[in-house]
């Protein structure tokens, strides 16, 4: 199976998921990337189930509203039931790496506010220690020398995301070189540098439920 038949299988998986766990009129947070696309083209032709979405990025929004899925404003919804969305690395403890595509901040708090998060991943994105990703940083742009310097004092290699502004216009700084052995503890440490947004470690609020695509199958972890 290629990669993408692995994410297309685990994005029908967590469509079904979220048929069997979200109660009709439900509105569903919806995740950003490659594997988070295929969830939003399963979750179409169940689209009249659901009352709509909450999107995690721009590129969602409109991948959502190409389909006819209405999409909500975080502030005027209450309740989300479970959030689907993939990850970059994801260990055993279903602690996550998040951000490649840049949209870490809006997908923290849409966890936040889910009552279950669902990861979807192939089988290459499941690591025995995170840290081979670089780990992304949103930062603030005037604070992005002072969050480097201090990224490099923990023990990382920061690089600036060339060309890439956030959606919410800020910088991403992708972090080399870092063995995440705490990643609680890491999210906590990074979250404390003033000038930074989000960090892309999710292991406050990590995944509820892996769906991992391998060739054998897609596997439920948690
Ligand atoms: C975007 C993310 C994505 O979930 C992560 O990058 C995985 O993407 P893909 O499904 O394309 O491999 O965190 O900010």
Redesign the pocket.
């Known amino acids: 199976m290629t990669q993408d038949e692995l994410?297309q299988a685990v994005a029908q998986a967590a469509a079904d998921y979220v048929a069997e766990h979200a109660p009709e009129g439900a509105i569903i947070g919806v995740?950003?990337?490659?594997?988070?696309n295929f969830f939003i083209d399963a979750l179409a032709p169940l689209k009249e189930r659901y009352r709509g979405a909450v999107a995690s990025?721009e590129a969602t929004r409109k991948r959502l509203e190409g389909h006819g899925i209405a999409v909500f404003d975080l502030n005027e919804v209450e309740h989300i039931p479970v959030y689907v969305?993939?990850?970059?690395e994801v260990d055993a403890g279903l602690n996550m790496v998040?951000?490649?595509?840049?949209?870490?901040t809006r997908?923290k708090i849409v966890a936040a506010v889910a009552d279950l998060f669902v990861c979807i991943?192939d089988g290459s994105?499941l690591v025995d220690t995170m840290g081979k990703f670089p780990l992304?940083v949103e930062v603030i742009p005037m604070a992005r020398a002072h969050v480097a310097r201090q990224l490099v004092k923990l023990g990382g290699r920061p690089v600036l995301r060339e060309g890439f502004v956030t959606d919410n216009g800020n910088l991403i700084l992708d972090v080399h070189g870092l063995s995440i052995s705490d990643p609680k503890g890491l999210e906590a440490q990074l979250n404390q540098i003033v000038g930074v947004v989000t960090n892309?470690l999710f292991a406050m609020r990590p995944a509820n439920l892996l769906l991992l695509g391998t060739a054998e199958g897609v596997r439920r972890i948690g």
């Open positions: 994410k995740g950003t990337g490659s594997t988070a990025s969305d993939g990850a970059d998040k951000g490649g595509g840049g949209a870490l997908e991943a994105k992304p892309g």
